[in-house]
């Protein structure tokens, strides 16, 4: 009875151990990526769609410039620079005064733009953010091209 005993004492600390620490280590990495990914998701949810800025009518964009603002404080830079593309953070530089150069990389212009978001009211040149479409009619009989521009939607 006592090696028996002495046995199943054996495997128990060996199990409490080994197995048990390496079991508790592995589902800390697991929540921490599980954490990471909730998080991922969480910011991509709250980013304001760049078609929902586009379609902004009110003056100076304004809805969209105070979302802007309540992301960028809840979420902060990293999540900005992910949530839009490059030619996206250029039109959003262009709508707030800045012009940015085609070879800053994306991170240089989010932190050029970040600053201006943050202490402006409104998007002062909101035009360079709306979605525009064109027709363009040839009258050949009076030889004149009119070309109209308005915006989409």
């Known amino acids: 009875m006592q090696i028996e005993e002495l046995k199943h004492t054996c495997i ?3 199990f409490v151990l080994f197995i048990n620490p390496s079991r508790l280590k592995k589902t800390a990495e697991h929540r921490k990526t599980v954490l990471e990914r909730k998080k991922a998701l ?4 709250a980013a304001v769609p760049f ?5 902004d009518r009110s003056d100076g964009k304004l809805t969209s ?3 802007l603002q ?3 404080e809840k979420f902060g830079e990293a999540a900005f620079e992910k949530a839009y593309n490059k030619k996206q953070i250029q039109l959003l530089c262009m709508g707030y005064g800045l012009r940015p150069n085609n070879r800053e990389t994306k991170k240089k212009m989010v932190q050029d733009l970040l600053p201006v978001i943050k202490a402006i009211d409104k998007m002062p040149q909101a035009y360079f953010t709306n979605v525009l479409q064109s027709q363009v009619n040839l009258n050949e ?3 004149r091209i009119t070309l109209r521009i308005s915006r989409a939607g």
């Open 51 to 55: 078609s929902e800025i586009e379609g």
């Open 12 to 14: 128990i600390n060996i």
């Open 70 to 72: 309540q992301f960028l």
């Open 42 to 45: 969480e910011e991509k949810k």
């Open 65 to 67: 410039h105070i979302r």
């Open 141 to 143: 009989g009076t030889q």
